[in-house]
């Protein structure tokens, strides 16, 4: 009877091992899986990143391009009412009227049209901006759930428990639909 129960003991442990190979094989692959995830993610959002820097410089500038066209504009306009108002019943009053209209021309031909496009180019890089910062955002959290996913399942290879393998599965599962989401942003965040 002894050699019959260290026989099936025996086969016990072996069904143990095989198990606990597999547990941690499979808990290594899941691991893995996570920080291959994660290091995408991270890629992601220092690119989302570098795009809301980018476009926030080209909407600034193109702003500033907006305030000079702005100035310019203004300083056209006055000019070309001085020059009516200080030479109306002189000598030069036809030369002056010239003046006043080539930059009342300058005005309407040059500024005033570059001044909308400014307007709406500024408008859409700032829209890119926040676009880029969303995703930045949506990344971020994409990364966390990653980092702790990693941190479950590798407790779980070491402990052997399952439940924190499941918790770790399910964790990266949310981290991959909140980095999917981020890519297409479909389901606004409320970052």
Same mark, same amino acid.
């Given at each position: 009877?002894? $050699? #019959?129960?260290?026989?099936? #003991?025996?086969?016990?442990?072996?069904?143990?091992?095989?198990?606990?190979?597999?547990?941690?094989?499979?808990?290594?692959?899941?691991?893995?899986?996570?920080?291959?995830l994660l290091a995408i993610a991270t890629i992601a959002g220092n690119r989302a990143t570098?795009?809301?820097? *980018?476009?926030q410089q080209k909407a600034s500038d193109a702003w500033n391009e907006f305030q000079a066209?702005?100035?310019?504009?203004?300083?056209?306009?006055?000019?070309?009412?001085?020059?009516?108002? *200080?030479?109306?019943?002189?000598? =030069?009053? $036809?030369?002056?009227?010239?003046?006043?209209?080539?930059?009342?021309?300058?005005?309407?031909?040059?500024?005033?049209?570059?001044?909308?496009? *400014?307007?709406?180019?500024?408008?859409?890089?700032?829209?890119? #901006?926040?676009?880029?910062?969303?995703?930045?955002?949506?990344?971020?959290?994409?990364?966390?759930? /990653?980092?702790?996913?990693?941190?479950?399942?590798?407790?779980?290879?070491?402990?052997?428990?399952?439940? *924190?393998?499941?918790? =770790? $599965?399910?964790? =990266?599962?949310? =981290?991959?639909?909140? /980095?999917?989401?981020?890519?297409?942003? $479909?389901?606004?965040?409320? /970052?």
């Amino acid at each position: 009877m002894e $050699a #019959r129960e260290a026989l099936e #003991r025996a086969e016990q442990a072996q069904e143990v091992a095989a198990h606990a190979d597999h547990f941690g094989r499979n808990g290594a692959l899941l691991v893995s899986v996570l920080a291959a995830l994660l290091a995408i993610a991270t890629i992601a959002g220092n690119r989302a990143t570098t795009e809301a820097v *980018l476009s926030q410089q080209k909407a600034s500038d193109a702003w500033n391009e907006f305030q000079a066209n702005s100035l310019k504009r203004h300083v056209n306009e006055d000019t070309a009412a001085m020059l009516r108002v *200080l030479a109306a019943g002189g000598p =030069g009053e $036809a030369e002056a009227r010239e003046q006043a209209d080539a930059l009342d021309a300058a005005v309407a031909t040059k500024y005033r049209p570059a001044q909308d496009d *400014l307007g709406h180019k500024a408008q859409d890089l700032e829209h890119e #901006r926040d676009v880029a910062e969303r995703q930045h955002r949506g990344f971020q959290e994409a990364e966390a759930a /990653f980092q702790l996913a990693i941190v479950l399942s590798s407790v779980a290879i070491v402990a052997r428990t399952g439940a *924190l393998q499941w918790a =770790g $599965a399910g964790l =990266g599962l949310m =981290g991959l639909l909140l /980095f999917l989401n981020s890519l297409s942003l $479909a389901i606004p965040m409320p /970052f």
